[in-house]
């Protein structure tokens, strides 16, 4: 089982409506990140978070919100999203976010539908 | 522009053949480079890392090389397994805090 968990698991939400994606991990990890995947396609950066602070923004829509609480939490909030935003989400974490930050630990992800 | 090359077909092989997978790179000087593997619909899992001054690194069933003059490494999966079946992703870590994936290798292995 992963030890980065994320919820909801699926997620099928409207143009028009405001939801969350959550992912906690209790590893210690200072570096937390947010990962899209569409179908046969690698995983897109989208953020990354390090010691809670935003380090990297690859050119993401600001309908999609990051937002880390705290060291364990990290949030993607959505906001009238477009159909072609639907795609697997993955959040994943490492050690630190420097060169030598180690491997990504996945969660399982949330499978976003919108429709 | 930066590059990572996966064999992009699948890879069918017989059970307890070695099954070989290849990640071409251009424009990085990673630091190390990992491989992951990702069964559908879920997240990729770590298998292995080896850094650049490392030419072979062996967990169990599985080996991967790194070589960074030909800007290449090979991963491979010996005795292999029909639960070994899976996509393989190659990852490098670049200067910064990006870890950058390839387009996976998708591997069939057949009892």
């Known amino acids: 089982d992963t030890e980065v968990t994320q919820t909801p698991k699926h997620l099928v939400m409207g143009m028009t409506n405001k939801k969350s994606l959550k992912c906690e991990q209790h590893?210690?990890?200072?570096?937390m990140y947010w990962y899209k995947q569409k179908a046969k396609k690698p995983p897109e950066l989208m953020f990354v978070?390090?010691?809670?602070?935003?380090?990297i923004n690859e050119s993401v829509p600001s309908r999609f919100s990051p937002e880390c609480p705290n060291s364990s939490l990290l949030n993607l909030h959505l906001h009238a999203l477009q159909p072609e935003d639907s795609a697997l989400y993955l959040c994943?974490?490492?050690?630190?976010?420097?060169?030598?930050?180690?491997?990504?630990?996945f969660g399982e992800g949330s499978r976003l539908t919108v429709l | 522009s930066q590059k990572i090359e996966q064999n992009s077909e699948a890879l069918n092989i017989q059970e307890g053949k070695t099954a070989t997978l290849t990640c071409n790179y251009t424009?990085?000087?990673?630091?190390?480079l990992q491989w992951y593997r990702q069964d559908p619909g879920r997240g990729p899992v770590f298998l292995l890392l080896i850094r650049e001054n490392e030419k072979e690194k062996r967990k169990e069933r599985l080996k991967v090389t790194f070589d960074t003059t030909l800007k290449q490494s090979l991963f491979h999966i010996t005795a292999s397994q029909p639960a070994d079946s899976a996509t393989y992703l190659c990852a490098l870590r670049t200067g910064g805090f990006k870890t950058i994936f390839g387009a996976g290798t998708r591997l069939f292995v057949k009892a």
């Open positions: 424009n990085y000087s990673p630091a190390y």
């Open positions: 590893m210690g990890h200072r570096a």
């Open positions: 978070y390090s010691y809670e602070k935003l380090s």
């Open positions: 994943a974490s490492s050690p630190t976010a420097g060169p030598t930050g180690g491997e990504l630990f």
